[in-house]
């Protein structure tokens, strides 16, 4: 009975410090969150919601309760589709039961203070690695002044003829480019600023045919909607194409075309409103990258943290020693989540990994500043190489604490790294940790936790090997890390 009782305290701990570290995880993906452009938030399964950033809220107007779903939370809000028809639920709600993604989609917003904004949404549902559906990523933003825009627009399309004069007037100082077509697609007349986009003169402009210099891939669309609005199918269209301007660089078009007739309805020319949407584009693929890292990133990070959990608890003897030792692992992993965030995820300096997982083992005095003595060239390595070393070191530091070097005031490490030429063998990176003045070695009767994770995590996640050996006047490991297609980088250091 006691020990079923023991059992449940160990489990409800597991809970509880798993759920933490759940948190941390997600609090860390929060500065991913405030690098995007718009404003986004991530629902779970079930519609709560989990992660917002600073323009979700601006946007909003305020922020959720903890807790509360997406539902909830818009509860007292209308959504008006585009063909002005109030739906009977969210978007997000929709694609939570439907799976299926939403792409550039406009809704008009009526909010709880009365007020209407348009929003352009884009909602995707998040799939882990078993196929399933654990929740969505809403990324939306106000587009209200754009859409005001366009109505305006299209109302005033029918009364381009009695506004000529002014319209000519105005013409060659839009800011946007404008272009007018004869029924055979030749440019008949264009203003400076479509000049600028193209990077054309007006003469040569002026002998241009529609898709003469639209990329192929986007040039059959574009030519038959045009085709058909000479023909009066359609009295206008929208198409966002590229194009491939005179000095040779491909750009974004963003394109409103309608047609001007006479009072019989008989073709007189075409009208193209064009926008260079290069940035927004260039910012949309952005974007998807860092939606796709964040979803990445989270699901690995989670998986870690899960077999830190495990691992654990199979060492653990009581509640208390899993926590402690659990503890210090998340606060190794966060410290090296650290690192890689200052270098936005695409390296980390080995130095500051060392430094990082040995420093809080040692007294902040001038005396036990020659405690561990590092020294090594510049080197910098990838992110699953950092995150492996960063534990791997945590454990090393932390049994020289409890039982090696670092447990007597005399004690001392020595950690070094070089690169080591194996002709006709790759190179490979070998760091070397090295105890000095502490207590007698002696060779453990069972292997822990720490002995498998760095033989184990150095053999399958780099490739390498670890050895550890128990001399009696000190541990040394040494870690041999392949070093394959290794490039300098700007600084000269050598990236792994």
């Not at 660089?249 to 019989?264: F, H, K, L, Q």
């Not at 390296?347 to 500051?352: F, G, T």
């Not at 790759?426 to 760091?431: N, Q, S, T, W, Y």
């Not at 041999?480 to 980088?489: A, R, T, W």
Request: glycine fraction near 8%; include cysteine.
């Amino acid at each position: 009975m006691q020990d079923a009782q023991g059992d449940a305290r160990v489990g409800q701990h597991r809970r509880s410090i798993f759920s933490a570290s759940l948190e941390q995880t997600l609090r860390a993906s929060d500065e991913i969150l405030e690098l995007l452009p718009i404003a986004t938030c991530v629902c779970d399964s079930g519609g709560s919601i989990v992660q917002y950033n600073q323009r979700a809220v601006e946007l909003w107007g305020r922020a959720p309760d903890p807790g509360q779903t997406h539902d909830q939370f818009t509860a007292q809000c209308k959504f008006i589709s585009g063909e002005g028809e109030e739906l009977p639920r969210s978007k997000l709600a929709e694609v939570l039961q439907t799976g299926r993604s939403i792409r550039n989609e406009e809704v008009t917003v009526r909010r709880i203070d009365g007020s209407e904004i348009v929003v352009l949404l884009n909602i995707d549902p998040l799939i882990d690695g078993q196929g399933r559906m654990v929740g969505a990523i809403n990324c939306f933003q106000d587009v209200t002044e754009r859409r005001r825009m366009m109505d305006a627009l299209d109302r005033n399309q029918h009364e381009l003829r009695e506004q000529e004069e002014r319209w000519s007037a105005t013409y060659e100082h839009a800011a946007i480019g404008i272009v007018e077509l004869d029924a055979e697609g030749r440019f008949i007349r264009v203003n400076e600023a479509i000049c600028s986009i193209v990077g054309g003169t007006r003469e040569e402009l002026l002998n241009w045919r529609l898709q003469g210099r639209t990329h192929p891939d986007d040039r059959d669309v574009d030519e038959d909607l045009y085709r058909r609005q000479v023909a009066g199918d359609i009295g206008f269209y929208s198409i966002e194409k590229r194009f491939i301007r005179r000095d040779g660089r491909v750009i974004w078009m963003g394109i409103r075309s309608s047609t001007v007739r006479d009072a019989t309805g008989h073709f007189l020319h075409g009208v193209r409103v064009v926008q260079d949407i290069t940035e927004r584009k260039e910012a949309e693929d952005r974007q998807k990258l860092l939606i796709d890292e964040l979803n990445h990133r989270v699901k690995n990070t989670l998986a870690t943290v899960q077999s830190l959990a495990t691992q654990t608890a199979r060492c653990s003897s009581s509640p208390e020693q899993f926590c402690n030792a659990f503890e210090g692992r998340l606060i190794a992993l966060s410290q090296a989540h650290d690192q890689l965030t200052r270098r936005h995820w695409k390296s980390a300096d080995l130095r500051d990994i060392v430094e990082g997982a040995t420093s809080p083992h040692i007294a902040r005095s001038p005396e036990s500043q020659d405690r561990i003595v590092i020294d090594g060239e510049p080197i910098t390595v990838t992110p699953r190489v950092a995150l492996t070393l960063a534990l791997g070191l945590h454990e090393l530091t932390t049994n020289a604490a409890k039982y090696g070097a670092l447990s007597e005031a005399a004690g001392r490490i020595e950690v070094n790294w070089r690169i080591v030429d194996q002709l006709p063998a790759a190179p490979i990176l070998r760091i070397e940790w090295r105890e000095r003045g502490g207590p007698q070695v002696a060779v453990p009767a069972r292997q822990g936790f720490g002995t498998r994770f760095i033989e184990g995590s150095v053999a399958s996640e780099l490739r390498g090997k670890a050895r550890l050996d128990y001399a009696a006047d000190g541990l040394m490991c040494t870690m041999d890390i392949p070093l394959d297609s290794v490039m300098p980088d700007a600084d000269g250091s050598l990236a792994l």
